[in-house]
């Protein structure tokens, strides 16, 4: 009686749903599947060519990827050159929630008998959410303080801004930034802070960089430039597309007039080090101040740079000590540890010992250790900020108490039968 009245129920929630078995199909499943599959296989095989974050970019932080058949491959001096495009993971991971939701609408029952397989599908549902959130909005950036300092504030890997300071009073210092957003638009700039305009005439991601002579002369996108260092040190700049492979240096570069009252103040060039700009007078004393471009207007000092956009935070971090070590006989590292003080906003410190597989969770944040330099006495940190990173192990808890329901019913239900068979003599 009872499974007549379960067929009767699903039966009208079907008819109730209608518009939803499509969506539910357990075929969409398969191709959809199928798909991720296809995309998995494809996305490794590019790590090789643009690196592990260059795949992701291109193919699971995407609606879809194009990509081209390896020349190596079977055919591969033909077909080549064919652009083939694969969905990325933001579409199979969308269609994979509308797909499994559907199905959890449309045939899925709340009865003690299947309660487990429907805490199964709903904390696969959830990490499917959890992870499209994370590569959304998930930022990753890093933190390098030397030995006995201080740090607040962290910096993007990839994204710059353009800064400009006002040092005039060594007590107070201005700061006014432009984000990448605008500088990719290009145009005119301005702030109520600083006297004159910003006017963008180029902007890119990454560059490749020399001191031009006679044999090799300024591309005419540095010839226009006659202040600051791009002028003094006769730099030339090629652009180049950004390196998204894990060694990457990706140097930022600007080239930009300023202007008072519409009169021009001289066209500059800057730089960003994907380092920090303090690496700048260890590369060459030429370049030493391209992290800091002095311009003296209106009986005031100023200063320029391109850096790695920077977030600052309500704490600090000091690092103590660090330590470093390898596997006996080999390069290969076996522990990286660093000493820190964790300075709260309340003026309360807190010791913490940050090393592989261990991170630092504070404010949102987590802190890896990612490098470290014991000879230059300085460690650095990856940190990344993801908001949901709870979602997932709420997901893993649901399937795990939804498995263990249903093989828990299914046992007694066959311990229960099975002490009930009358045994023969």
């Given at each position: ?7 009767s ?45 260059g795949?992701l ?9 194009i ?7 079977w ?30 609408i ?136 950004e ?88 390069e ?49 940190f ?44």
């Amino acid at each position: 009686m009872n499974n007549k009245i379960n067929k009767s129920s699903l039966s009208q929630r079907r008819r109730d749903f209608n518009f939803l078995l499509p969506l539910a199909s357990l075929r969409l499943t398969i191709a959809l599947l199928s798909l991720s599959m296809i995309l998995i296989f494809v996305a490794t095989l590019e790590q090789v060519r643009i690196g592990i974050r260059g795949a992701l970019a291109e193919y699971f932080e995407s609606f879809y990827g194009i990509w081209y058949y390896p020349e190596k491959f079977w055919g591969g001096e033909i077909l080549q050159d064919i652009p083939l495009p694969i969905p990325g993971g933001y579409l199979l991971g969308g269609l994979l929630i509308i797909n499994l939701t559907a199905a959890y609408i449309v045939r899925f029952q709340w009865t003690f008998k299947k309660g487990g397989i429907q805490l199964i599908h709903l904390g696969i549902i959830l990490l499917l959410i959890g992870q499209l959130t994370t590569q959304a909005i998930q930022e990753e950036s890093r933190m390098q303080i030397n030995k006995g300092e201080k740090s607040n504030y962290i910096e993007r890997f990839h994204g710059v801004e353009l800064v400009i300071r006002d040092v005039t009073d060594p007590a107070q210092e201005k700061v006014i930034t432009v984000p990448q957003e605008l500088l990719q638009k290009g145009g005119s700039h301005s702030d109520k802070a600083m006297p004159f305009t910003v006017n963008v005439l180029h902007f890119g991601v990454n560059c490749d960089f020399d001191f031009a002579t006679a044999e090799k002369p300024r591309s005419p996108m540095a010839e226009i430039v006659n202040r600051g260092v791009g002028q003094s040190a006769n730099l030339n700049i090629t652009a180049k597309e950004e390196d998204f492979s894990s060694d990457a240096l990706n140097f930022g570069y600007i080239i930009f007039e300023l202007l008072d009252k519409g009169q021009s103040l001289g066209k500059w060039m800057s730089i960003s080090h994907p380092a920090g700009n303090q690496v700048w007078s260890q590369m060459s004393p030429k370049l030493s101040d391209m992290g800091f471009q002095s311009i003296r207007h209106n009986g005031k000092l100023w200063g320029v740079a391109l850096r790695q956009e920077r977030e600052y935070l309500p704490f600090s971090i000091e690092l103590l000590d660090i330590e470093n070590e390898f596997y006996q006989g080999t390069e290969i590292p076996f522990n990286f540890e660093s000493d820190i003080n964790l300075h709260l906003e309340d003026n309360q410190t807190r010791r913490a010992l940050v090393y592989m597989n261990t991170p630092l969770r504070h404010g949102g944040k987590t802190f890896y250790q990612y490098q470290m330099n014991d000879s230059a006495n300085y460690s650095v940190f990856q940190v990344i900020s993801n908001p949901s990173w709870l979602v997932p192990y709420i997901a893993c808890v649901l399937v795990s108490i939804g498995m263990l329901w249903q093989f828990s019913f299914h046992l007694i239900r066959f311990l229960r039968k099975n002490s009930q068979t009358p045994q023969k003599a």
